[in-house]
T-cell receptor, first 115, second 115 residues
Framework: DTEVTQTPKHLVMGMTNKKSLKCEQHMGHRAMYWYKQKAKKPPELMFVYSYEKLSINESVPSRFSPECPNSSLLNLHLHALQPEDSALYLC??????????????FGPGTRLTVL | GDSVTQMEGPVTLSEEAFLTINCTYTATGYPSLFWYVQYPGEGLQLLLKATKADDKGSNKGFEATYRKETTSFHLEKGSVQVSDSAVYFCALSLNSGGSNYKLTFGKGTLLTVNP
């Protein structure tokens, strides 16, 4: 089983709202990732958690706040977003050693629209 | 820096045609190489991978061989189907470990297969 699930599938929010994206995997992976993907572009890395600790933060604005409550769950808390933050947000997981052989498995994504 | 270059799309083929999508890379170390596929409205799916020189990754009729001498990982399929219509991403990861770990994507190639 190589399934990563994400909820919700679609989200529309105003610039003053607070919302959260959720990601879950049951593959025993210990690394989890958030990516942002704009239309017709490759995914851009936002955050990496390895063994429930934040390992990489790609200089993402503070209006995006990640959280890793346990090894199976990853959240992305959203607050005071801008319309340009509208995108597909992808979660991924891998075994966790963050070495070149680590293979990332992606979820279906959350399509976020900021009004 | 490390980078992946894919052939420019879009690529349009008739059903049962032969497919090649070129991918070359530049890397400071010895990368692992991946092909991911993204169907319309979905997340990324791992299509195949190779972790060392001369390895051949294969899946669902697709193949790619890790060529270290030409720094290439071209994707091929002998007979494409309409259901293969998607965006294909070539990617690499390096054994930098820890905070230097990253999956570097090419820009993606849109494939459309007509009946």
């Amino acid at each position: 089983d190589t399934e990563v699930t994400q909820t919700p599938k679609h989200l529309v929010m105003g610039m003053t709202n607070k919302k959260s994206l959720k990601c879950e995997q049951h593959m025993g992976h210990r690394a989890m990732y958030w990516y942002k993907q704009k239309a017709k572009k490759p995914p851009e890395l936002m955050f990496v958690y390895s063994y429930e600790k934040l390992s990489i933060n790609e200089s993402v604005p503070s209006r995006f706040s990640p959280e890793c409550p346990n090894s199976s769950l990853l959240n992305l808390h959203l607050h005071a977003l801008q319309p340009e933050d509208s995108a597909l947000y992808l979660c991924a997981s891998s075994q966790g050693r963050l070495i070149r052989r680590d293979t990332q498995y992606f979820g279906p994504g959350t399509r976020l629209t900021v009004l | 820096g490390d980078s992946v270059t894919q052939m420019e799309g879009p690529v349009t083929l008739s059903e049962e045609a032969f497919l090649t999508i070129n991918c070359t890379y530049t890397a400071t170390g010895y990368p692992s190489l991946f092909w991911y596929v993204q169907y319309p409205g979905e997340g990324l799916q791992l299509l195949l991978k190779a972790t060392k020189a001369d390895d051949k990754g294969s899946n669902k009729g697709f193949e790619a061989t890790y060529r270290k001498e030409t720094t290439s990982f071209h994707l091929e399929k002998g007979s494409v189907q309409v259901s293969d219509s998607a965006v294909y991403f070539c990617a690499l990861s390096l054994n930098s470990g820890g905070s230097n770990y990253k999956l570097t994507f090419g820009k993606g190639t849109l494939l459309t297969v007509n009946p």
